[in-house]
C-alpha cells in the first residue's frame, strides 16, 4: 500500500471516527499513532502468513547488518502469499476495531 493511499485511509478513519475538539496537533498525533500501529500489523499478519522456508530465509537475511529492505521485500514477493489480501484483511479488521464495530 503507497503511503499517500495509507494516509488517507487514516484520514478516513478519524474522520468516521468524529473525535470531538481534536486540534490539529492532536489529529496529527492520533494519525501518526494509527499509522504506526498499522503498518505493525499488516507487517505481522504478512511475517505470520510465511512459509516457513521462507520465515527462516527472512529470520537469516535480517540477522546481518547489511541487509536491505529490498532484500527482505524480494524474499516476501517469492513466498507465495497473497500480500494484498492479508493487507485488506487487515485494515478491515483495524477499521472495524477502531470505529468500535468489534470486540477483538
Do not use: C, W
Not at 475538539?21 to 498525533?29: A, F, M, Q, Y
Not at 527472512?58 to 494484498?84: F, M, R
Request: charged share 35%.
Amino acid at each position: 500500500m503507497a503511503q499517500d493511499e495509507l494516509d488517507s485511509y487514516i484520514d478516513s478513519l478519524i474522520e468516521r471516527k468524529q473525535l470531538k475538539g481534536l486540534t490539529p496537533e492532536g489529529r496529527e498525533d492520533i494519525k501518526n499513532e494509527l499509522k504506526e500501529m498499522l503498518v505493525k500489523e499488516i507487517n505481522t499478519a504478512i511475517i505470520d502468513a510465511l512459509p516457513e522456508d521462507k520465515l527462516n530465509e527472512l529470520d537469516e537475511l535480517t540477522s546481518h547488518d547489511d541487509y536491505k529492505p529490498e532484500d527482505a521485500q524480494k524474499i516476501i514477493d517469492e513466498s507465495g502469499v497473497n500480500v494484498a489480501k492479508i493487507t485488506t484483511e487487515t485494515l478491515l479488521y483495524f477499521e472495524a476495531f477502531y470505529l468500535g464495530q468489534s470486540e477483538a
